[in-house]
């Protein structure tokens, strides 16, 4: 089964059914919740997932995404709120409105919300998809993240939708060497597209085995130290690769293209440059410029629009219209800046703290850990003492080797970060991170594990 984007008309572009692939996966059907005009789903990857969907969303109806390890009281509380919100729509097949794919967001700054994107954004970013990675029916993409997450979108549903094939590795097992390593031999993929804890796991069961059939390798979700990049362009020798920027919101948004060589030697990623359509602002404390006519050292929040952006989220049973500016463009929350030609990447507004009396990025204490080449991820946290605020760090181990000691770690980061900003307590943390549904750091299970010990 292949899924091919056929517009039914300018106004009412519809997703079609037609032969193709879908390989791996898991054969298991959750209780999902669906009626005539919605279907909310557990996001098991096979092919009933996609049927389902598509099916719902041609007749004009709201399919809802959902991990596959949400309780029967999260998809209880997100049926509530999609039926209401479904019945309330115009309901005719090929209404103007069209279908609404519903994805959660990763919840990794707040409780998770549900996006609605709309068919015809969604069309329109397969398109794109397919053109920028001349996708087509030779196309194997190796699609490691939950679909429930939004970068399915590229690396599942752009693949299928040019005649490709998906290959839906299984999320519980991404960090099970023999599992990755069966994938890529038999699957010869020719599209990857990773978070930092996937490249690593990639990484970690390869080896020295090399896999030229890759031809791209797609990085979203965040900063990835230079050694590792080393190791997958070696892993990957023929490989262009991308990092790709965005949100749930407003989808992928920048993307920056580089050679192997670059990906490897370049000491920190850039965000990249518009995707075609796409609209990019940064606003320095009121004083908002599009990208393209910003000055030298300008650093500010980004603001962007783009031809995919979701309606809203689903809330009470209707649309609650997404948080923009009057000209209709998305506060990402995230601080770039904008230095000799390229935008770097600063950490997001909403982790920011102040500790003994400084302001101290989250964010940016997680990706001095990672840039040091000593631990695999990061996630740091700040909590209340008696005597005041205490910054706490999280890491684990480097796939290709073993954990450093806090004071070792202390003194390479300490070669960027001030003193302010250091932790006052580094956790070294045995095995991998847990992971939410969305494939990102469980924040809240990490602070329990380490409260623990």
């Known amino acids: 089964m292949t899924l091919t984007v056929t517009p039914a008309s300018a106004a009412t572009p519809r997703l079609k ?20 005009e919605y279907g909310i789903y557990r996001a098991a990857k096979n092919r009933r997932l996609v049927d389902e969907c598509v099916e719902v969303l041609n007749r004009g109806g709201v399919a809802a995404l959902v991990p596959t390890t949400a309780t029967e009281a999260y998809l209880e509380s997100i049926a509530e709120q999609v039926e209401q919100f479904a019945r309330s729509r115009p309901r005719t097949e090929g209404a103007a409105t069209g279908g ?10 707040g409780t998770p919300k549900l996006v609605a994107i709309p068919v015809a954004g969604l069309v329109e970013f397969l398109q794109w998809g397919q053109d920028y990675f ?27 939708s040019s005649g490709g094939t998906a290959v839906a590795a299984e999320a519980a097992r991404l960090h099970d060497a023999a599992y990755l ?33 890759v031809r791209n390798i797609v990085l979203t979700g965040g900063v990835v130290a230079q050694p590792a990049r080393a190791a997958a362009a070696n892993l990957f020798p023929e490989a262009t690769f991308h990092n790709v920027y965005g949100a749930t919101e407003v989808n992928d948004c920048l993307i920056e293209t580089l050679t192997a060589q670059q990906f490897a030697g370049t000491e920190m990623l850039p965000l990249g440059v518009p995707i075609a359509g796409c609209e990019i602002y940064l606003d320095a404390g009121g004083d908002r410029q599009p990208l393209h006519e910003a000055a030298e050292a300008t650093h500010g929040e980004l603001l962007v629009r783009t031809p995919w952006m979701a309606e809203g989220y689903i809330h009470d049973g209707t649309i609650t219209p997404l948080p923009v500016t009057a000209d209709a463009l998305y506060p990402m929350k995230d601080q770039a800046l904008w230095a000799n030609g390229q935008l770097m990447y600063q950490g997001r507004r909403d982790r920011m703290v102040k500790v003994r009396g400084q302001r101290v990025n989250l964010e940016e204490l997680e990706n001095a850990a990672r840039r040091t080449g000593l631990v695999g991820m990061a996630c740091a946290w700040l909590t209340g003492t008696t005597s005041g605020e205490e910054l706490h760090m999280a890491y684990t181990a480097p796939d290709h080797g073993t954990a450093m000691t ?7 980061m300490s070669a960027t970060l001030p003193a302010f900003a250091m932790p006052n307590q580094l956790h070294a943390f045995a095995g991998p991170f847990p992971l939410n549904g969305n494939g990102k750091p469980d924040l809240p299970t990490i602070k329990s594990r380490v409260e623990s010990e």
């Open 17 to 36: 059914l037609s032969a193709g692939t879908i390989v791996e996966g898991e054969d298991k059907r959750a209780d999902d919740v669906a009626g005539l």
């Open 100 to 109: 609404i794919l519903a994805l959660p967001t990763s919840g990794s700054t």
């Open 134 to 160: 001349s996708f087509d029916a030779a196309t194997v993409s190796l699609s490691l993240s939950p679909w429930n997450f939004d970068v399915s979108l590229l690396d599942t549903w752009a693949v299928l």
């Open 181 to 213: 390593v069966r994938l890529l031999d038999e699957h010869r993929p020719t599209f990857v597209q990773v978070v930092p804890s996937t490249l690593d796991a990639l990484i970690n069961a390869a080896g020295s085995t090399t896999y030229p059939s």
């Open 406 to 412: 806090g004071l070792q770690l202390r003194m390479a």
